[in-house]
């Protein structure tokens, strides 16, 4: 099972490639919102794991972030990858950069101030 730090380097490896994309570019879009989902996965599995739990699949961790702040904004990034990923959504510019710049701030943000990195 991958350690907080191993999680919260793989979700700030995941927000690199998200400079990468070319927000200007259709095609990339539903690519933003599936990496920024992946970023937040990581990020949440690094708290989880500081409280012992390592969910094995998504209903997990869905079910450990039941009473979190966070849930509802992650919740928002699943469904959103999954419509980029298997439903042929076409995900809009708006929404992807709202996904990038505004939901994955805030879940790394809560994450963050539970490990003790950021006031």
Do not use: C
Request: hydrophobic letters at 45%; glycine letters at 6%; a negative charge.
């Amino acid at each position: 099972m991958p350690t907080v730090s191993e999680h919260v380097a793989k979700a700030e490896a995941f927000e690199r490639v998200l400079a990468i994309f070319d927000e200007g570019n259709p095609d990339h879009w539903d690519w933003i919102a599936v990496v920024a989902f992946y970023a937040a996965l990581h990020w949440v599995d690094a708290y989880l794991a500081t409280q012992g739990r390592h969910p094995q699949n998504h209903r997990e961790r869905h079910n450990a972030l039941a009473f979190l702040p966070i849930r509802s904004d992650f919740g928002e990034l699943y469904v959103v990858s999954r419509q980029a990923r298997y439903e042929s959504g076409n995900i809009g510019y708006d929404e992807a950069i709202r996904m990038r710049d505004q939901l994955l701030p805030l879940i790394r943000q809560w994450v963050q101030r539970q490990l003790g990195a950021v006031p």
